[in-house]
């Protein structure tokens, strides 16, 4: 019988700084699905509409980030889980950026649907990679510390999107331009 300190001590190697590196991607990634719960009030005032009608913005996410899953593995396979990891991730920050420049409710949902469809590759492809690269005896213990990561990054999303909208404002990459565009009667030009 194997004990649980010689299973964390094997000397198989295991690819830690990839892991780790995934572990803040899985992190990133569950951040983005709960960021938006606290920013429904102010979404729904900028837009001009209730939190209940503002909230589809976080059921587009959800059904985006869900439903890819049901087809990346092949795609893992053929392209490499640690490289296809890497490109969702890029993805899904230009698509998050992406989200604090629409100018509506509508493009604000249709947004967060694409950034949860990039998402969503992250955390399966991911942990496939771990089960691949990690020898049989140390996969829980590594699995668990991978893990710790994404749950974290659901934790720390939901407190980081109220604090942060508080500070920033949920737009944060374009609330200024946002700002200008609604200030701006109606009619005028620019160069008035």
């Known amino acids: 019988m194997t004990s649980f300190v010689s299973v964390l001590s094997s000397p198989e190697k295991v690819p830690t700084r990839s892991i780790v590196l995934l572990a803040v991607a899985g992190f990133a990634s569950q951040a983005m699905v709960r960021v938006t719960d ?35 593995g092949p795609f893992g396979d053929r392209f490499g889980k640690y490289r296809t990891v890497a490109t969702m991730c890029a ?38 990679y771990v089960g691949d690269v990690t020898p049989y005896a ?18 720390f999303g939901q407190a980081a999107g109220g604090v942060l909208g508080d500070l920033f404002g949920w737009a944060m990459f374009s609330s200024s331009s946002r700002q200008c565009l609604r200030s701006r009667p109606r009619g005028s030009s620019s160069s008035s």
């Open 91 to 128: 993805l899904a920050t230009i698509l998050v950026a992406l989200c604090g420049t629409v100018q509506s409710l509508s493009a604000l949902a249709v947004a967060r649907f694409a950034s949860g469809v990039a998402a969503g590759w992250i955390i399966p492809l991911s942990m496939a």
């Open 138 to 155: 140390r996969r829980q213990p590594i699995l668990g510390r991978y893990l710790t990561g994404q749950i974290s990054g659901q934790l």
């Open 38 to 72: 606290s920013l429904l009030p102010q979404i729904a005032i900028d837009f001009g509409t209730t939190v209940g009608e503002a909230s589809i913005v976080v059921a587009a996410y959800a059904v985006g980030h869900g439903a890819i899953q049901l087809i990346i």
